[in-house]
């Protein structure tokens, strides 16, 4: 699970530490901002591909078959996807709210990688592989869905 990756301006090519992850991806999520759909059609070269509309995405990643929100069911878990989920206060809430039947959502837009639970939800963002801005290292998240549970949400650095 990837997001903010910002092609061309950060994600030139895809990053070598990037690959193994992709390799051993059954799905992958994108929660937004990839800015152009060519890194889609290298994702989908790895998995299946789940995307959601970023604040900096091109019309042509709408077309590429991007919503603004998204709901997936994935291993009997379900799971809900938007790019921008608000103020970090109210946040579980809110996306408890938003996605009312959701197990997980996940959603971008911060850079900054998350793995909270409250309301009755777990909540990750994957923070970027590429813009890590303040971050100290890019970052991607990894589920492991098993018989309609998320046994679990890892995040995991990806060095330059």
């Not at 971008?108 to 801005?133: A, F, K, M, W």
Request: with cysteine.
């Amino acid at each position: 699970m990837l997001s903010d990756t910002h092609a061309p301006r950060h994600w030139k090519a895809c990053p070598p530490a990037l690959l193994p992850h992709l390799d051993a991806a059954d799905v992958i999520l994108h929660a937004g901002d990839v800015c152009t759909p060519d890194v889609l059609d290298l994702l989908a070269g790895f998995a299946p591909v789940h995307v959601v509309m970023g604040n900096n995405d091109v019309p042509e990643v709408a077309a590429w078959g991007a919503p603004e929100t998204l709901e997936v069911e994935l291993e009997g878990v379900r799971i809900g996807m938007v790019h921008d989920s608000g103020p970090k206060q109210g946040r579980t809430g809110r996306l408890r709210r938003r996605f009312p039947t959701a197990d997980l959502v996940v959603f971008g837009h911060s850079h900054i990688p998350l793995d909270e639970s409250g309301d009755g939800l777990r909540i990750v963002n994957p923070g970027s592989p590429t813009d890590r801005r303040r971050q100290p290292v890019g970052t991607v998240a990894v589920l492991d869905l098993r018989d309609g549970e998320l046994v679990e949400a890892r995040l995991e650095p990806v060095p330059r």
